[in-house]
């Protein structure tokens, strides 16, 4: 299970809403983006709200590079409806039925059920289908069966009585994936996986077959199919391939990557890339493999994405995979940002509040990856992950490694649609929110580059003392996140980084300062319920390292508690004692760890970092129910547009489309291939 997904609600919830501000050109340009006035959300319904992302450093690509991101994204795209089909067998009948009703219907566009009837449909094209993209469970229209029927006839569409039965009769495979284990879970899932009435016994019998378990090199069996059960009683496979199950969109797709090929950034790029199109024409999973282990080498180059049947939630036996494609290019500024702290990185250890038997002699920066969004299809789209780990299949990563990066444009776009209610609600001054939306973005993502590439990286453990697995046990998690987190936190406001040209003044420390201060106090437990303890590993690092600083600062009154109209606020009274209050706990955290210290970190913990203020919590909860957004988001993706010369491309544009029904129906339209 590698797959971010999960992460994706807990990230809208967990971090915290910044907003990017105009930028004046004194500034470091490279590290911020201009959007002004970009609309980064476009609408809410039922619990969903539509965002935009933007695609930074698309002027950085060449040409032809440019071209490779469409091919890819068109490629995806063609992928779209098989999407729908995997998650239920009525699902495209049903979208493509409502879809005419909506281009056709000549009546009343104003009145209460049409507005019903339109929420439905957004919300199919947001799950893909009629049934929760999380919760999984069937979506219930809240419109009567006795419109349907009158939209129907008035548009002369038709729609069999089973799928709109799917509809109507919440009976009617309610649960898209069951995990209940006293049902059988292939009975009664809804998924399009498996043939009707097929029976987990008999997909489990048929595995067990063919599945050879001494094989050190495991294909990934069923991965890339549906089964049914034949004539002759027998379970069969039907592969999704060039002329098999799918084979319209997968003809399609291949089209695409053959275009790619031939504007491959290098050698290694187009050689995975005819593996993986010798994959979509036979099926055959060793080819499927084969093609794994080329694009987890196929390091090089700006352009990278991940395509295919690859991750197999949707399926309740796990063997399955669902269709998704994500085309992604390098995020130039945050490889920019981790390529200076690399090259200063000792500087940094050397000039840390660590204890110099602490220090290493020579640091090693931990390298990490980000990358911006281009297009995503499928399983992937319009409900994203935020990262992605690939490949699956253990021996291809332990053999030839794999890739994991962060998805960042989407995180951009997730803070950046809630941006304000943070600020509005839980800072207190004007100054301190304007900084916020200023130089909120900006400091979030220096203070994750330094966490990442210095702060995991620095201080070496004392000679004999065992690891902190065997030391600090289960402290060690919340201890390692808190020490990443002070060293950045300490440099953050370190006039080297402006030397560095990685920030223009010290106002982005102040502002991550105030941010990660009234996080780590007041926002966070809203993601607790009341009565609960902290636990999250991360949660209990921000909560020590926020409540540490603010006692021990008391006595000179560093960070102070406001209370105003009922309501808990924290000011930083001195920016600059605060942070020699984050250096002085980095090293001690970094003490504890080398020394293997378990009873301090005990009660660094447990102390400062598990309880939490019942009165204080159920206040956060109020304030935070006031905030307007949705329980889930998701994405409008960029249109991509051909420059034609005598109908050559010669090279690509970015659109940024504002509409999601428009987009949806276009989609629909250009890539129904099903
Ligand atoms: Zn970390």
Redesign the pocket.
């Known amino acids: 299970m590698n797959r971010l997904k999960s992460l994706i609600f807990l990230l809208v919830l967990t971090t915290l809403y910044y907003c990017k501000a105009p930028t004046p050109q004194s500034e470091p340009k490279a590290l911020v983006a201009d959007t002004t006035g970009f609309q980064w959300r476009t609408e809410m319904f039922a619990d969903i709200q539509i965002n935009r992302y933007i695609i930074p450093g698309w002027e950085k690509l060449s040409p032809q590079q440019r071209q490779l991101t469409y091919y890819l994204v068109q490629a995806g795209m063609e992928g779209r409806d098989i999407m729908y089909d995997i998650n239920y067998r009525h699902n495209l009948e049903i979208r493509k039925a409502l879809e005419q009703i909506y281009r056709d219907y000549q009546g009343d566009r104003s009145s209460a059920d049409w507005q019903k009837f339109h929420t439905y449909l957004k919300r199919i094209w947001f799950s893909s289908g009629i049934h929760h993209h999380y919760s999984m469970n069937k979506l219930q229209p809240e419109f009567p069966v006795s419109y349907l029927d009158q939209l129907l006839q008035e548009t002369g569409t038709s729609l069999s009585s089973e799928a709109l039965d799917a509809i109507f009769d919440p009976t009617k495979d309610p649960k898209k994936v069951s995990l209940d284990p006293d049902s059988d879970l292939v009975l009664s899932s809804a998924v399009n996986f498996y043939g009707p009435d097929l029976t987990q016994r008999e997909v489990e019998d048929y595995f067990e077959n063919i599945i050879d378990k001494d094989d050190p090199t495991p294909i990934s069996y069923g991965l890339n199919s549906r089964m049914v059960r034949q004539a002759d009683g027998t379970v069969a496979e039907e592969v999704y391939k060039v002329g098999g199950k799918y084979g319209a969109a997968i003809e399609k797709m291949v089209g695409w990557l053959e275009k790619a090929v031939t504007v491959a950034e290098n050698q290694q790029q187009a050689q995975a890339l005819e593996l993986l199109i010798s994959y979509y024409r036979t099926g055959d999973l060793e080819t499927w493999d084969e093609y794994n282990i080329a694009w987890s080498q196929a390091t090089e180059g700006d352009i990278d994405y991940i395509t295919g049947f690859v991750e197999v939630y949707n399926d309740p036996l796990g063997y399955h995979g669902s269709y998704e494609t994500i085309v992604e290019i390098n995020d130039f500024d945050a490889t920019e940002r981790m390529k200076v702290l690399m090259e200063n990185a000792q500087w940094f250890e050397d000039n840390s509040p660590l204890l110099d038997e602490h220090k290493k002699d020579n640091v090693v920066g931990v390298s990490y990856k980000v990358v911006n969004v281009a297009g995503e299809s499928g399983d992937a789209s319009p409900s994203t992950p935020i990262g992605v780990n690939l490949p699956n299949a253990n021996w291809i990563r332990s053999n030839y490694g794999s890739k994991s990066v962060s998805l960042g444009n989407i995180s951009d776009g997730y803070k950046m649609a809630s941006a304000g209610g943070f600020e509005e609600e839980f800072l207190l001054t004007d100054e301190q929110r304007e900084r916020s939306k200023r130089y909120g973005s900006l400091g979030d993502k220096l203070h994750t580059a330094l966490?990442?590439v210095l702060g995991?990286a620095s201080g070496q453990i004392e000679p004999g003392v065992g690891t902190p697995k065997e030391t600090l046990k289960n402290y060690r998690s919340a201890l390692e996140?808190g020490r990443?987190d002070l060293f950045a936190l300490y440099y953050l406001i370190d006039p080297k980084l402006i030397e560095l040209g990685l920030v223009p003044s010290d106002e982005v420390a102040k502002s991550e300062y105030d941010i990660y201060i009234t996080n780590g106090l007041l926002y966070q437990l809203r993601r607790l319920q009341l009565g609960e303890d902290i636990e999250e590993a991360h949660m209990r690092n921000r909560a020590f390292v926020a409540r540490w600083a603010y006692e021990q600062g008391k006595t000179d009154n560093v960070i102070e508690e406001v209370e105003q109209n009922g309501k808990t606020y924290y000011i930083i009274n001195d920016y600059q004692k605060l942070r020699e209050l984050f250096g002085a706990l980095l090293r001690e955290v970094q003490r504890i760890k080398s020394q293997g210290d378990f009873e301090a970190a005990r009660s660094l913990i447990e102390d400062y970092g598990v309880k939490v203020d019942p009165e204080i919590h159920r206040e956060v909860l109020d304030r935070v129910a006031t905030l307007k957004g949705a329980p889930y988001g998701g994405f409008i993706n960029p249109r991509l547009v051909p420059v034609l010369e005598n109908d050559q491309i010669v090279d690509v544009r970015v659109e940024y489309p504002e509409d999601f029904t428009e987009q949806m129906l276009e989609y629909s339209g250009e890539y129904g291939n099903l």
Do not use: D, K, L, P
């Open positions: 966490h990442e995991h996140e990443a």
